[in-house]
């Protein structure tokens, strides 16, 4: 009892100026005491409520050949309630075996407050949120404890993780921290998709720059308030050419960054579009491969999103308890999952790497639990799950992995995957074994996967255990010394375990593959930064396949 | 579980405008006044970057588009329409989102065959192509090659399409030994052509002005504790139209709207939600009420809601007599003729090859092109549309307009029904079997940010011959229910305020006592035309209602919904001059049913 007394008191005395700091942090704390207070006379009071707000300006700009197609900025504050009914050991969010999850969305959605610090428009809009989610967490929660008797549980895991309160509060940015100089990005980007024209081939290209600042905020009825700010911006390319046959190949290549001032210079990404144009023309006249099983190389670019799907979906926390998901790791801790000498580390406290801004980054995750550095495999024994506040039978507390889209209810999620070799090879070695490979299995040629767009994985039993990685760019290498040979429409397939078996070795390179990852707790940003990997065998599909049609006239400057 | 390279956040409005780009679609909406001028020429000059590329790639595509094997076009037209739309939402005095957005919706219009026998009008089942053309989005911008390309790329794909459409039916047409003669209606109708240019000066709203307004009429909802949700958003949407084909016209004008909508929600103490919200349309931010007005109106709404949440609860189906005043009476008019499938719009029937190769045309069991020269309505009523009217009693008419989507000027008083008995329906350039020409009625209909074109009302006026006072209607509606042996009888009266959408209070009257008691929790089950083929008495006065109308869109027939920004601009801009109370035989109502489970809230308003 003393000791409660006396961390309320030491939490009292450091939050109040943050409370005090910032006005709308101060109309959010009113109203959720306010909340509590009243919902303390009910019969099935809540024992834990949260709020997030997530107030998000945005900019966003696109051209298309030497056009402005798309220009808007936007700001929108957004709150995400969280109320939860019966206790840290039995609560509203109870999963029993055999019974499927709760809904991982707010009961109104996405509900948005008013811009501005007005404290009565802003609580009666938080007021109707939480009534609703209070009544559906107390409807809930009663049903389950009906249904309690039923299941003989064996193993008592918490439903909620008991974690100490935290404050931590980031000034706001100055204004100029969001500003642009957008005439001269329109300009820029405009100039990036003028490289395109007059060639009746090429059937999308698109260039798009945005810039997002995300104020997040985070108060709980333990007393963690937290103010952090988010922010990144992005150069994106989209284009795709007709290949000589008529399917059509996509190439991309995007930029991140924090603030627009650290992306690669002007004369960088033309010369990067150049580039880029020049393997588009290579790719219209490549091989349409075959379906193919044998050796590859996985880029670093491309083993950080294969790493991210078939690994970085399996260790996350919340999915191992839950029947319904197909539990890959659930029981292989402390045995030996990669090949030795692999660590798999998911380290959000990391901004940069080789000077690379990283958007999977956070202080704290939206469950107000800081972000901690979690070494998932070490020498290819599996360590630990990515936990959010939703233990596991062997994890009881949050790694700080708790994330969602602004709307959502946070599951434990990936920041930035780090995938790291203690025996690394050179490319040359990596390329030696793949020949090597190729000959023992009796193949003409082995795979490299240069770059891709993106991937997926499905991870839940009642549906086939496979990923599938979209590469963009392809090579054939072949075992007799003929020079690479770039090809075309070849998806990666496999199922997960097969995969993690047949990984040999790692390169001594590592890089950065940024993306938004979309899982039942919406888009988050995240990064997997990887060697490239030698696999032992992968297996390719054909890509889907559209047949297109050049326009009967010119473009109308060609006429 | 997926991850990309491309944050799926920030494509949205992208995906949007390639999907619809693909559609072939024509243009149209109603623009009011200002001034003609028919020397092009001379007036085009900061519209010659659009108006140019316009006609230069549609000189180019209608002279050397062909797909070899097929016909080359005879038709093309383009439709650009220039948008700026401003939208503002505040609750309790707070600016909920503040936000503008420039951008041009376009349809391209190809026809391959000639206004005999084309492709359209024809459905047949299209092989399953898995062919990719690609498509560029309209620039924001006035760029000249810009929107060239977007067109060039648009009217390749829409002629390919097209193309192998003529010739699927011409085709089956061969196959089954049929002759052009056979076919009974022509596929497209001929039209004058039309250089209309209308200059505008761009509307000159203030944004700040704007959200302070939103900001204040919000605010006075802060006294009413009862409130649980509110809010007032007010949106404008600017647009300039621009319409060039290939038989010559020329066309450009103006097509603004402006609302405003405050909302507020309560609930009774048996968990019944009760919301209301009064829309103000006009075309000019300027003609909206002000702020002061507004909230005057804002608090009648309020204290109406306080009022219904005591109000009686319907207990049982009511079946019998109900007279309808003002915007009831207009909103019963508008559901009538032009939200049911069977309505005043003209039916075209399209030709079809069934899987036994049978050629025929579809049947519209619902269209009302049957029944041309019969009795459709009491022969009392008279409607006929009068698109060029601008005023009525000094009001302005909201739904007036000079030219349509499809460059075809209106025809100015188009007599649709005569003592009851059905003589045309509105059409655009497809003809239906009754309705060969076109009089000028393909409009613009706003929705979701885009302007669709769809056959619809501009002014359309419901005369009556016998004129009766409305407190002799009274009268008669309990005299009507004390026949039917009814303890009360119905009255439906919109709230004293202004604006176009606004609450209908429902009224019963007791037959012995002429005692009003104000009702909630139940809702109105639709009519059939039929109702108003028995006996419906009007008043003697006439009372113009101005509303967006969302043309064969089932809806409410008296208590419309309110929408909130933009939304509120949803529809087609209409105006009905309609008597201001109608008595009809019957009308139908049923309670709504009670929760079971309580839906008062659990916690206080914070607003006190």
């Not at chain 1, 504050?77 to 055999?98: A, S």
């Not at chain 1, 899982?519 to 396949?545: C, D, M, N, W, Y």
């Not at chain 2, 041309?372 to 009795?375: G, S, T, V």
């Not at chain 2, 309505?377 to 008279?382: G, R, V």
């Given at each position: ?559 | ?332 008019f508008e559901n009538l003729f032009f939200n049911k499938s069977e309505n005043l719009i003209a039916s ?16 519209n069991?619902f269209s009302l092109e049957?029944k041309?020269?019969?009795?459709v ?6 409607v ?32 649709l029904i005569?003592?009851?008995?059905l003589?045309?329906l509105l ?27 769809q056959v619809g009302p501009?002014?359309i ?67 059939e035309l ?19 109308v969302k043309v064969s869109y089932p ?54």
């Open positions: 009892m003393k000791s409660k007394l006396v961390l309320f008191i030491v939490v009292a005395v450091i939050f109040q100026p943050i409370i005090g700091q910032d006005s709308l942090m101060t109309i959010l704390s009113k109203e959720m005491e306010r909340e509590m207070k009243e919902l303390s006379q009910q019969e099935n009071p809540p024992y834990y409520i949260d709020y997030r707000v997530d107030d998000i300006k945005s900019l966003g700009l696109h051209a298309s050949f030497g056009s402005l197609i798309q220009e808007n900025e936007d700001r929108a504050r957004v709150i995400t309630v969280n109320v939860k009914v019966g206790d840290y050991n039995f609560d509203n969010t109870h999963e029993f075996k055999g019974e499927f999850s709760q809904p991982y969305q707010n009961a109104l959605g996405t509900v948005r407050i008013p811009l501005e610090d007005n404290p009565e428009a802003i609580s009666q809009i938080i007021w109707r949120a939480v009534d609703q989610n209070y009544k559906n967490a107390s409807s809930n929660f009663t049903a389950l404890k009906n249904r309690k008797n039923r299941y003989n549980e064996q193993d008592v895991i918490l439903d909620f993780s008991k974690e100490y309160p935290v404050e931590y509060f980031e000034p706001v940015y100055p204004d100029e921290t969001f500003k642009i100089d957008k005439d001269d990005w329109i300009k820029r980007l405009k100039e990036y998709t003028t490289l395109f024209q007059g060639d009746s081939t090429i059937f999308h290209c698109e260039a798009a720059l945005s810039f997002v600042y995300d104020r997040k905020y985070f108060l709980s009825t333990e007393n963690s308030h937290i103010i952090q700010n988010s922010i990144y911006c992005q150069v994106q390319f989209m284009v795709s050419i007709r290949h000589n046959k008529g399917t059509l190949l996509p190439l991309n290549k995007s930029y991140t960054a924090f603030h627009p001032a650290d992306l690669p210079k002007h004369e960088v990404i033309i010369q990067d579009i150049k580039n880029l144009y020049q393997t588009l023309k290579k790719l219209q006249t490549s091989e349409l491969a075959e379906p193919y099983a044998g050796p590859a190389i996985l880029s670093p670019e491309a083993s950080g999103v294969f790493f991210h799907e078939i690994f970085g979906h399996r260790i996350e926390g919340h999915r191992l308890e839950n029947i319904s998901d197909g539990q890959t790791f659930k029981d292989k801790l402390n045995t030996k999952v990669l090949p030795k000498g692999f660590n798999v580390i998911s380290d959000p406290t990391l901004q940069q790497f080789n000077d690379q801004d990283l958007i999977g980054y956070y202080k704290y995750d939206d469950q107000g639990i800081e972000g901690k550095k979690v070494q998932v495999v070490e020498d290819g024994i599996l360590k630990h799950f990515l936990m959010s506040r939703r233990p596991t039978k062997e994890f009881s507390s949050s790694t700080g992995h708790g994330r969602a889209q602004a709307g959502f209810l946070p599951v434990s999620r990936q920041s930035n995957l780090i995938i790291e070799s203690a025996n690394p090879l050179s490319d040359e070695d990596l390329r030696k074994m793949l020949i090597k490979a190729c000959k023992k299995q009796d193949k003409e040629f082995g795979y490299y996967f240069k770059s891709v767009v993106g991937g997926l994985t499905i991870t839940d039993r009642y549906n086939t255990n496979v990923f599938n990685i979209t590469p963009t760019k392809v090579y054939k290498i072949y075992v007799d010394g003929r020079p690479d040979e770039l090809v075309s429409g070849v998806e990666l397939i496999g199922t997960p375990l097969t995969m993690f078996s047949n990984i040999e070795a790692a390169g001594n390179v590592k890089k950065v593959f940024t993306g938004f990852c979309g899982a039942e707790s919406g888009h988050i940003p995240v990064t997997a930064i990887s060697p490239a990997l030698f696999v032992r065998k992968i297996e390719t599909q054909k890509s889907p396949e559209y047949d297109s049609k050049i326009p009967l006239l010119n473009e109308p400057e060609y006429e | 579980m997926n991850l990309n390279m491309n944050n799926p956040n920030t494509n949205i409005k992208i995906s949007r405008m390639f999907i619809f780009s693909y559609y072939k679609r024509l243009i149209l909406q109603s623009l009011f006044t200002l001034y003609f001028c028919f020397s092009l020429n001379a007036h085009i000059t900061q519209d010659s970057v659009i108006l140019s590329a316009m006609k230069d790639e549609l000189n180019r595509n209608i002279n050397d588009l062909s797909l070899p094997g097929y016909d080359k076009p005879f038709y093309i037209a383009y439709t650009i329409v220039d948008v700026q739309n401003f939208e503002v939402n505040a609750t309790l005095g707070a600016l909920l989102s503040s936000d503008d957005d420039r951008y041009k919706d376009w349809h391209v219009r190809v026809m391959v065959g000639d206004y005999d026998l084309n492709d359209e009008n024809y459905s047949y089942t299209k092989p399953q192509e898995a062919i990719f053309r690609p498509s560029i989005q309209m620039p924001a911008e006035d760029d000249y090659l810009g929107i060239r390309r977007s067109l060039w790329l648009t009217t390749n794909n829409v002629y390919h399409s097209a193309a192998q459409t003529y010739k699927s039916k011409v085709d089956l047409i061969k196959h089954k030994q049929l002759n052009k003669s056979d076919l009974e209606i022509p596929d497209f109708s001929k039209a004058p052509v039309e250089n209309i240019y209308i200059n505008s000066p761009m509307l000159r709203y203030n944004k700040h002005d704007l959200e302070q307004k939103a900001r204040s009429i919000s605010a006075v909802l802060k006294k009413y504790a009862e409130i649980h949700a509110s809010g007032a958003s007010l949106s404008v949407v600017e647009s300039v139209v621009y319409f060039v084909n290939s038989e010559g016209s020329v066309v450009r004008y103006p097509l603004s709207l402006a609302s405003v909508t405050v909302y507020a929600e309560t609930m009774a103490e048996d968990g019944e939600t009760i919301k209301h919200g009064i829309t103000y349309v006009e075309n000019d931010p300027d003609k909206l009420p002000s702020a002061d007005s507004i909230i005057e109106d804002t608090k009648i709404l309020a204290e109406n809601l306080i009022e219904l949440r005591n109000a009686v609860r319907l207990e049982e189906n009511y079946s019998g007599p109900v007279l309808l005043q003002n915007e009831a009476a207009a909103g019963l075209r029937e399209s030709l079809q090859s069934s899987s036994q190769m049978n050629v025929y045309y579809s049947q069991d049957s041309i020269d019969k009795l309505i009491a022969k009392n009523l008279s006929i549309s009068k698109p060029g009217l601008k005023k009525y009693n000094e009001i302005p008419l909201l739904g007036s307009f000079i030219i349509d989507a499809e460059g075809v000027i209106p025809q100015k008083n188009l007599i005569e003592k009851g008995v003589k045309t059409n655009g350039r497809t003809p239906s079997r009754n309705v060969p020409e076109s009089n000028g009625h393909n409009r613009f209909s706003y929705s979701e940010g885009n302007f669709i074109k501009g002014v006026k419901v005369e009556n011959t016998e004129g009766i006072a409305f407190e002799q209607l009274k009268k008669s509606l309990i005299e009507q229910g004390k026949e039917e042996g009814l303890t009360e009888v119905i009255l439906i009266k919109p709230l004293n305020v202004g604006g176009s959408v606004k609450p209908m209070n429902i009224y019963s009257i007791a037959v012995k006592t002429g005692e009003e008691h104000l009702l909630r929790g139940l809702k109105i089950i639709p009519a039929s109702v108003l083929k028995r006996n419906v008495a009007c008043s003697d006065n006439y009372f113009v209602s101005n509303v967006m809806s409410d027939m008296i208590q419309r919904n309110y929408l909130t920004g933009s939304l509120g601009l949803e529809g087609m801009p209409a105006s009905f001059i309609v008597p201001d109370a109608v008595l009809i035989d019957e009308m139908n109502f049923s309670p709504i049913r009670k929760s079971l489970t309580s839906l008062t809230p659990t916690i206080s308003n914070p607003v006190k």
